[in-house]
């Protein structure tokens, strides 16, 4: 008997180690916020984001070595120019001077509400081509200058439907409430009984630690999740298969493409994944497929 007693010991340890292999997972009992428990016996997690570069909260991929330079604590605004946007913040009036920084084609992607290397380079263009002391920050004076050259962004501007096409649903999507993910598009459509009722960009993990396809249900879902082993947030966190979860990166929404996960599918749009985490219930289909 003790012997069968020490060899489920040894089953039940190799399996977490297997466990804590797997790409993101869940982590230690959550802060308040989930929308369910969290399983008793918990499996490693991890999040997909990247180490911070040098102006990153988390990172963005600089655009060029001067927008690495403007990023710098050595190109910061002087402290007696007061700011109203800099370099780290994250804000809805962030995301309004992205859509008009786009709109003068100084930026080229979507707004993200994050305020990093590439908006920083972006602001420091339109600073030196306007005569403005080109630090890189927004104070009054640019922002009245921005504002001035630009009209008031719409809905769509502001936070577009997709930058990615939607694929043709997998035929396994067309019943029930599914969230439709394609790896060859890039894409998250949340479906009910065949009729695509919002979409996403989002990412996947890399070669060493790829996103598993087939079909899952979700486990269980997180608000608010912290992974233990990379210890950066997992928000709006739907597990799905194992320790893997759909769920927000601020990486992602930064640095795009550059970046890829563990394993878990990152989605950058934080208000559509908001939305999107009170519709999903536990026990919904997850179709992930080329």
């Not at 292999?21 to 916020?33: D, H, L």
């Not at 598993?212 to 928000?235: C, L, Q």
Request: glycine share 8%; with cysteine.
């Amino acid at each position: 008997m003790q012997r069968q007693r020490a060899i489920i010991r040894t089953i039940g340890v190799a399996t977490a180690v297997a466990l804590a292999a797997t790409a993101c997972g869940p982590q230690k009992t959550e802060s308040a916020g989930s929308s369910s428990a969290a399983p008793s016996s918990p499996t490693a997690g991890a999040t997909p984001e990247a180490s911070p570069t040098a102006d990153n909260k988390p990172g963005e991929a600089s655009p060029s070595a001067s927008a690495s330079a403007s990023a710098s604590p050595s190109a910061s605004p002087s402290p007696s120019v007061k700011q109203i946007m800099a370099n780290g913040d994250e804000s809805e009036q962030v995301r309004e001077l992205q859509a008009r920084l786009k709109q003068l084609k100084l930026m080229t992607v979507a707004p993200t509400g994050f305020y990093g290397s590439k908006t920083t380079a972006a602001v420091k263009s339109f600073q030196s081509k306007n005569g403005l002391d080109a630090t890189g920050g927004v104070d009054d004076k640019t922002w009245k200058k921005i504002q001035s050259s630009s009209k008031k962004p719409s809905a769509d501007e502001l936070r577009p439907p997709t930058t990615n096409e939607v694929a043709a649903p997998d035929p396994r999507c067309m019943t029930g409430r599914v969230m439709c993910i394609s790896k060859e598009s890039r894409t998250l459509a949340w479906m009910i009984d065949g009729k695509v009722v919002s979409t996403m960009d989002v990412r996947f993990g890399s070669e060493n630690t790829p996103t598993r396809e087939g079909v899952f249900n979700v486990g269980w879902k997180a608000k608010d999740w912290t992974s233990t082993i990379y210890h950066t947030p997992m928000p709006y966190a739907m597990f799905f298969s194992g320790g893997q979860a759909v769920h927000y990166s601020a990486d992602f929404a930064a640095r795009g493409y550059n970046g890829a996960s563990h394993g878990c599918v990152n989605v950058r749009d934080k208000g559509k994944l908001s939305k999107l985490f009170d519709d999903v219930q536990v026990g919904d289909k997850v179709v992930v497929y080329w």
